[in-house]
């Protein structure tokens, strides 16, 4: 059972708990939505401008996806996931709908892409929340193989679809895919995510 | 088309990364409503997916705060989806027969029954068979009502109908398992313990009512978690057994 009825710090850890700032947020509270600002800022602008890259076009985004969440609150389930995955979600659909309509106007240089998108170490280390975090996550990206850690990175910090990965790896449509579910299956064991 | 489906199986990772096109997602989705595990397994690679997220956090621009407040505090809101939370519907025609088969003692007890009854509403217009079975149970002569704590939190109610052998078991507030493990119910008596079925996924909280029938003499009701599919006899401690005599 989650933890949405339960009171604000059920794990006594002296955070308030994303789901019941979520779901004071529904009933129009700005105060747990200020909260949930400071909770869920940084990853959201830190994953948008993973996926867009302009600065200016990334906070653009960041904020549509930020009165999103204040918006559609009532519409937040925790039966079907945890709200910072809810939130992260409409981070990234926001973020890749922005670059795949721009694709068609601007051709992206998929080599400079392919560089970048594996989180550098001195850039995971500004991140806002416990590094702890990013340090787990690197550590489990390496543990993959290289076909795996490649096509989900492209995939979810580059913003192509499993088709175009599948191009500018140059491997097999049915390959990715699978590499793809197989490495995620393994990240999701190695990160302990239990849902 | 079963190549088709595997197919579509193994998009579940692609899938939680938003990484197939308009048409595919549509495709899948619609696949996901039919397939529990397929959807078990997209969920838990959500996480996985905002996990990676977390790792690549920034500051944000300091300004951003300042608009996204200002602009929340114009925008409206929406309201909860209305459909995903259908008003169940009371007056099914057992109803006052069942209060009146309880007595006034009874009433409350009963209502509380027919709520998770009519929160099973859809199963039980397809079961109507079923349905004639539980009414049955409900306005039998000498029915009767027990309510008991489970030692994992929650309720499991009992409706005994003794003349018929027979019994109708619903609980409450019970803690949700992994896709993995079930709530099996059991009819134990002195001779053996019998498997009286699995408890149904519980709805808004409460499970659909459970038939039980071949109920024997000195029978105790127990509840058990066991993995799913269920097992032949309890292979863990019960979490409830009510003496239904």
């Known amino acids: 059972m989650r933890a949405s009825q339960a009171g604000p710090d059920p794990g006594g850890g002296g955070e308030p708990d994303l789901n019941w700032l979520l779901d004071h947020v529904a009933r129009g509270d700005q105060g747990a939505f200020e909260a949930v600002y400071d909770r869920l800022a940084g990853p959201i602008y830190g994953l948008i401008c993973k996926v867009v890259r302009d600065p200016a076009q990334s906070e653009e985004v960041a904020q549509e996806v930020l009165l999103e969440v204040w918006r559609t609150a009532s519409r937040f389930d925790p039966a079907k996931g945890s709200a910072g995955t809810w939130a992260m979600m409409i981070a990234h659909r926001r973020a890749i709908d922005r670059v795949r309509s721009a694709t068609a106007e601007l051709q992206r240089d998929h ?85 | 088309m079963k190549l088709l489906r595997h197919d579509l199986h193994t998009l579940t990772g692609a899938y939680a990364l938003d990484a197939i096109d308009d048409a595919e997602r549509d495709r899948f989705e619609r696949h996901l409503h039919r397939c529990q595990p397929c959807d078990h397994e997209v969920r838990g690679l959500h996480e996985t997916a905002g996990r990676l997220a977390v790792a690549v956090a920034r500051v944000p621009p300091p300004q951003l705060k300042e608009r996204v407040l200002a602009a929340a505090a ?99 507030g019970l803690p949700q398992l992994s896709a993995a493990k079930v709530y099996q119910l059991w009819l134990m008596g002195p001779p053996r313990t019998r498997s009286a079925g699995l408890l149904p996924a519980a709805a808004e909280g409460r499970t659909a009512p459970l038939l039980a029938s071949g109920l024997q003499a000195g029978d105790r009701v127990g509840v058990t978690v066991e993995p799913a599919g269920g097992t032949s006899q309890p292979t863990t401690t019960p979490i409830l057994v009510m003496s239904v005599r």
């Open chain 2, 74 to 172: 114009r925008t409206r809101q929406l309201p909860p989806a209305a459909a995903e939370r259908p008003q169940p519907k009371i007056g099914r025609s057992w109803l006052p027969r069942v209060a009146m088969a309880f007595g006034a003692a009874g009433v409350a007890a009963a209502l509380v029954l027919a709520f998770a009854l009519s929160s099973a509403q859809r199963q039980l217009d397809t079961a109507r068979a079923q349905d004639k079975a539980i009414s049955a149970v409900l306005t039998a002569p000498g029915a009767r009502i027990l309510t008991a704590r489970t030692t994992v939190g929650g309720t499991g109610t009992v409706v005994v109908a003794s003349s018929q052998k027979k019994l109708i078991f619903t609980a409450a």
């Open chain 1, 111 to 195: 080599k400079t892409a392919a560089a970048s998108v594996v989180p550098a170490v001195d850039e995971v280390a500004e991140a806002v929340e416990a590094s702890l975090d990013a340090e787990r996550v690197r550590r489990c990206l390496n543990a993959l193989t290289d076909v795996q850690r490649e096509s989900i990175t492209l995939a979810y910090y580059g913003g192509y679809t499993y088709r175009e990965v599948s191009g500018l790896l140059d491997v097999a449509l049915g390959t990715i895919k699978t590499r793809i579910r197989d490495g995620l299956i393994r990240l999701r064991d190695c990160m302990g995510v239990s849902w």
